[in-house]
């Protein structure tokens, strides 16, 4: 006995749905995708700015160990055992 095929008209309407049901999760990941990225471009425009007179976070770091570097050489000079 051949296995039966179903008919022809119960295989479109199953394509179909199936489609329609993939269409429907990608449009709503779409959608779910521009709300986080609107979020997200929210959240960076709504970070305060950057004050002009502060030195960027390397030169802070730079200064800190020039700092250290000065007040290790004046206990050197100073005759202090570090």
Do not use: H, N
Not at 13 to 32: D, E, F, K
């Amino acid at each position: 006995m051949p296995p039966s095929v179903p008919p022809a008209e119960s295989l479109m309407i199953l394509s179909s749905a199936s489609l329609i049901g993939l269409a429907m999760i990608g449009s709503l990941a779409a959608w779910a995708w521009a709300g986080w990225l609107k979020l997200k471009t929210r959240e960076l425009d709504a970070r305060p700015a950057a004050s002009p007179d502060l030195p960027a976070i390397g030169q802070r770091i730079d200064l800190a160990d020039l700092k250290e570097r000065i007040r290790k050489l004046e206990a050197i000079a100073a005759g202090v055992d570090i």
